[in-house]
């Protein structure tokens, strides 16, 4: 099994930054791909970014060039810069893993929340 959590949601204002964590453990070494998801009120939740083992990244159209995600050496932890922010990024930011091919892995969520 893998276990998710995260870190670094906070209030920021509209062109701020902020830098999102998530420190996986259990079993790192079956994981394929890494990503970060956001959940808005009343919208469904959607893919911001993912990341796979051998380091590729995809991104939403929303925040390409605005965001990046990035792993480090250990592949224990996944990291989102958000630069830019929008009003529009408010939401939840949940960690996500995909592992064995199979199974998914889910973090508990941090809030972002971007004021105008």
């Known amino acids: 099994q893998v276990q998710l959590v995260e870190s670094g949601g906070d209030l920021v204002q509209a062109g701020g930054s902020l830098r999102l964590s998530c420190a996986a453990s259990?079993?790192?070494?079956?994981?394929?791909?890494m990503g970060w998801y956001r959940q808005a009120p009343g919208k469904q939740r959607e893919l911001v970014a993912n990341?796979?083992?051998?380091?590729?990244?995809n991104y939403a159209d929303s925040v390409k060039g605005r965001f990046t995600i990035s792993r480090d050496n250990a592949k224990t932890t996944m990291y989102l810069q958000m630069n830019s922010l929008k009003p529009e990024d408010t939401a939840v930011y949940y960690c996500?893993?995909?592992?064995?091919?199979?199974?998914?892995?889910w973090g508990q969520g941090t809030q972002v929340t971007v004021s105008s």
């Open positions: 990341i796979n083992s051998g380091g590729s990244a």
């Open positions: 259990g079993s790192i070494f079956s994981i394929n791909v």
């Open positions: 996500h893993a995909l592992y064995s091919v199979t199974y998914n892995a």
